[in-house]
């Protein structure tokens, strides 16, 4: 993607740049017009999906975000980055769209992202269960994501597979058992 050539290009490799919008100083203000604002926030989201897969990352903490002059959220060569208010609704945008999860909504101080939605992997988690007889068998997250090392899931971060865990729970097929951490939350999956 023209993503990963950025990074490899941040880190001194030669690669194409960055998207030309990324040099366009109003892209790093907040539009007030709310058509325009939308579709800045769209490209933005989209941005940040990519630059987080390439940088196979799937955290941002605002508050180091909003310090940092570079990438995604800063452009040190037209020195311009977005305030930690813009950040935060870059990634809201993302939650939006299903690839973001807030780790706690009030404070907004880190979001997990992921490259796919949580409803996907979610349903990457239903046809595993039913694929392996899985289906109405209680495990640990932990279990899920470390033992099954063929699977896309496998080692992916407990926090991601813990939100598409929800809204499968939310729609009835899934069953959480809270543990004393995340990893050794009880998971039973089923069909509704």
Partial sequence: TRVADCVMAARGQKQSPFPKFYDFPPFF???????TRQKQLSIWAEFVKDYQKAQKSTSIDVAKAAA??????????????????????VLDELCRQGYGAWDDVKSKRVCR???????EW??????WAKENGQMDR???LDEI???????????????????ALKLLEANGKSTLIAGESLDE???????R
């Fill in 29 to 35: 203000t907040i539009q007030p017009v709310q058509q």
């Fill in 68 to 89: 940092s002059s570079g990438p995604p959220f800063g452009n040190a060569k037209i020195n311009r980055k977005l305030n930690d208010e813009g950040i935060r609704l």
């Fill in 113 to 119: 992202t992921t490259e796919r939605k949580f409803e």
């Fill in 122 to 127: 979610g349903n990457i988690l239903l046809k």
């Fill in 138 to 140: 209680l495990c640990t």
């Fill in 145 to 163: 994501r470390t033992e099954n090392s063929g699977e896309e899931f496998h080692n992916l971060e407990a926090e991601i597979l813990f939100e």
């Fill in 185 to 191: 939350l009880g998971v039973k999956l089923h069909e």
